[in-house]
Every structure is written in C-alpha cells, then in structure tokens.
C-alpha cells in the first residue's frame, strides 16, 4: 500500500542517505566535531585538548570578560530573545545603540543589523537588484553573496579572482549589450567582492576595482567579513585601511568574527538603510538578533577601537607574520589571519588535518563546495590569542606534517 501511493519515489531517508553515500565515496561528506570545552584557543575534543587554529576570533575577543558581561547584562535587561521583528514590537536600545556604533565605526550615516552576515547578504542583495539588472562577483565570493546574487533573479557573472581588467570588460560587455535595457530603465549593476578572501586570504585590489565601477555607474558591495578587527588605524576594514569608504556603496560585515559576539551589518548611506528596512526579506521577516549578542557586538566594537584593540590588532599581525615566516611551502606576505596550506586532493587534506590533529592542532580539511574540487586545503587562522608558543609548536607540527608521506601540490 505504502509503495503504491509513493509514486515509485524513494522514501526520504533513503534518498539522502544515497546523497550522503556520494559524498563518502567523493571524500566531501562533513560531520559535526563535538567540543566539550573552551579555554580561550584550547578546546577539548573527545577528552582531548588541542589548540584551535582555525576560528575567525581574530582579536579572541570572543571570550573577552567584557562582551561576557555586556551580553549578560542585556540579557538581565531586555530578556533572552527580542520577540519579534523589530518592525512589529520596536526597536530595542541594544540594537540601537548596535547600528550606532557600527556607523560610527565605518564612519557611513547609517548601519543596519542583521541576525548574521549570511542573512545581511541574502536580504540586501535582492533588495538592490532584481530581474533585468546585472551582479557582476569575484569568482571566490563567499556562497552567501552567491545565493543571495541567485535569488535577486538578476543576470549574474562571476569575474576572475581579483582581475579589474577582467571586470571592467564584462561592464563593457554589458554597456554595449544592453541598449535596449538602458533606454528604458537605467540596467542597475552591482559589483561584488571580498575585502579579504576567507578562503584564501588575499586582499582586493580594491582601488582598481572602485575605479572600474566608477566609470560604469556600478554599485560597489565590499564584504569585510575577513578584514574587520585587523585592517585600518580603526579595525573597521580595508577600505578604511586604504582610505575608499566613502567611494563603497554597500559596507557589509560580521559581527561573528573578530567583533566576537554574532550578527551581520550593513553600513551605507541613510536612504540605503531606510530602503533595507523596507525591503531586506531577512530583516523585515525575521526576529531580532538576541539582545545579548547585540551588546556584546557593540562591546567588541568599542575594544576593536580602543588602544586596546590597536594592541590585539598588533599581537594578531605578529603572530600571522611568524606563522607566514615558519610556514612549510613559500607563503606570500599575508594579507589578513587567513594562511591556506593548499594541498588540492581531497583525501590528502583529510590526511593533513588528522596528522595536525594527532599533533595538537584543530584544523580542519577544507574542501569543495567551499572551495572548487581538488583545491582541498588546511586553512589557518592566527589570533591574537595565540601564545608564540602556540605558533611555533604549530609551524613544527605543520613541517612534519610536510615532510611526511605526501607532498603538497604547488
Ligand atoms: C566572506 C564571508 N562573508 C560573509 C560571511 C557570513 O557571515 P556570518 O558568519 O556572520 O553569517 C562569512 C562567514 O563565514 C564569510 O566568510
């Protein structure tokens, strides 16, 4: 009976246990990790304890006592959960006194705080652009840009990592194309990119590529997830680092990583926030980020700020020096926290990640779909919390894992 009425369809479970099987067999199956317990980088994974070189606290401000109590004393305050919206039930101080800061620090009229990056992306993209208009991302953009360039039902391109040239000739490719498109309704374009690149830890050539779409009439969504906290005198990004804030449209950041606490923003103009408000699915349709995690990002923003950030920003950059210095294959000067060890064979990073493992040092293989097929790598993440110890114990352990069984590909 149960078989008629499936239409020959498989049951659930089956299905994804087949899906889940490929995987296996392709070496990309992912399983959670439990962790028993966290001492600032050291955690403690089945018993055991071992150095966690792979998070994206880049100041370790994320077991700072002072976001602990921020968030605490919200939570006494305001209650565990918003509640709602906050375009239903009002819009509470700890995410007033949020977007405040947030502007403040990226120095834009206005900010907007979202309950993670990932949502900041997936509301404001398709609140920007729609059918008819053109999404032009780096071709390493993080998924969340990607899914949310998708949704938009705009017409969407990558161009080559990091390649002004390559981009400004897609923006021609798309002036000369689309007359029609231009008549009617001026073709909105947004161009995508990384400050710094998660997965690879490069920076954007970020005044070329504000030159190219400049000369285009093209939006500019600079993601700096990877480069708050560790770029510019302000830790607010690279394009404070380089002096073209006011030259980016869209500001977009965690508040997850070197801010220490969880959430996304967007920072731009005032009409841009009053628009997003309105139109940003993700904003207008979901509840408001808990109001301990808004406190304690605008606590890890004060810090990021403060002399004492200037001191963590330095500690952070020694230690991802001394790492690069140490590393086991020529490593370029960093850009960011970011140090992949690209090892291209899925198995083999799989491999090196145990080895690292057996050794003491938590970080895990990472593999396609976050980064295309037979580009596995072993991605690094250096803090500020890291003792020197810490990093010269990993760049032995990182040696010996070299010297061992396999060769890492060039
Ligand atoms: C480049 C980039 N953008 C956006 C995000 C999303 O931020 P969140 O973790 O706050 O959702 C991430 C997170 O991994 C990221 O690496």
Redesign the pocket.
Known sequence: MASDASHGRPPLDLALREALDERERAGLRRQLRPVQARDGTVVTLGGRKVVNVAS?DYLGLSTHPALAEAAARAARDWGAGSGASRLICGSHAPHQDLEESIASWQQTPAALAFA??????SGTIPALVGPGDLVLLDRL??A??IDAAKASGATWRPFHHNDPDHLQRLLQQADSSHPAARATRRRRVLVVT?AV??MDGDAAALEDIIEVKDRHGAWLLL?E??ATGLHGPRGAGLAEARGLGPRVEVH?G????AVGA???FIAGSRTLVDWLVNAARSFVFSTAPAPAAAAAATEGIRIIQSNEGEALRQQAWRNIRDLASRFPIPCPDPQGAILPWILGDEDRAMQAAQLLLDAGFLAPAIRYPTVPRRAARIRLTMSAAHSPGQVHQLADALACVASGPFTPTP
């Open positions: 994206n993670s990056g990932f949502a900041a992306a953009s993080h969340c840009c990384e690149f998660s993601d997830a990877h977009l965690t508040l997850g990583k969880s959430g996304g």
